[in-house]
């Protein structure tokens, strides 16, 4: 199959460049019922029977009380697969939902890592493993490029305080027509969050922005993911990577294209 095999050689790369999972690994993969999700935990299932390393993969749903659908078929689909879930109610989550309808993000993810941690705790894992897309990452990228000032987009390794887990996003460079297309082939039951009925208003126009622009050049996010692996951090603003007293004497300056209006 075409498009397992894609997939497949994409998250492969990732993991393996950066050395997102090794021997004896318990990763637990963060299912939120979406399409990405759902591909990552069949993309890493796949891995974990061909790769080289030996690692055992589980899942997990935390609760926070906006499903806009039951997540039993979720539940049923799992274990059909075999797959070790575990579906958790975030109490304090739901209070804060009660309590505070309106709270933003912040708030949302704080509570969301907390109980986060304390699942996959309990589940003897040492690798949480999320669905982030390489459309996240891009967006991700521009967003804090235009809006907050920033060049940075999303770790697609990093640690918990402690390290006591290692965070990883195995689909880096899956964009979301392959997740939609593969999570097809499933067959599985997505279960909405209501949050993704209320896109922000950013993200809708990075969103349009890239669909505009991908007219003409379809490979847009690969180039975009490419220009993140590839700094050159002396032709930017930054003080701290300029050489400023020219000690670099033998550094050579590059003839500049002229900018025309
Ligand atoms: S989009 Fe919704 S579920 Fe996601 S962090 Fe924000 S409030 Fe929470």
């Known amino acids: 199959m075409e498009l397992e095999k894609i997939l497949l050689r994409k998250v492969g790369e990732a993991v393996g460049r950066f050395k997102m999972i090794r021997d004896g690994d318990r990763v637990a993969v963060a ?9 990552l935990l069949e993309a890493l299932l796949l891995l974990a029977k061909k790769a080289p390393v030996e690692f055992s993969v589980c899942a997990f749903t935390v609760e926070q009380g906006k499903f806009l ?8 689909y799992l274990k059909q697969r075999g797959v ?5 109610t975030d109490r304090p989550s739901l209070r804060l939902l009660k309590e ?5 993000c912040d708030l949302c993810s704080r509570y969301r890592r907390r109980a986060v941690y304390e699942i996959v705790r309990g589940l003897g894992a040492n690798v949480i493993a999320f669905g982030h897309t390489a459309d996240d990452f891009c967006e991700s990228f521009l967003r804090n490029a235009m809006f907050t000032g920033r060049v940075s987009a999303l770790p697609p390794i990093t640690y918990s305080r ?8 195995p689909l880096v460079f899956v964009t979301e027509d392959i997740t939609t297309r593969f999570a097809e082939t499933l067959g599985a039951p997505i279960i909405p969050c209501g949050c993704s009925q209320r896109t922000g208003t950013v993200r809708k126009s990075i969103r349009g922005l890239f669909s505009e622009i991908e007219k003409d050049y379809p490979h847009l996010k690969e180039t975009l993911l490419s220009a993140m692996g590839h700094l050159e951090p002396s032709r930017l ?8 007293e020219g000690h670099k004497s033998d550094a050579i300056e590059p003839l500049l ?5």
């Open 237 to 244: 603003l930054d003080p701290r990577y300029l050489d400023l």
């Open 84 to 88: 070790d879930w575990t579906y958790h």
């Open 257 to 261: 294209p002229i900018l025309t209006e």
């Open 162 to 169: 402690d390290k006591e887990f290692r965070l990883i996003r």
């Open 69 to 76: 659908r039951p997540i039993e078929p979720l539940g049923e």
């Open 100 to 104: 505070q309808p309106d709270h933003g």
């Open 31 to 39: 299912l939120s019922g979406g399409k990405d999700s759902l591909t």
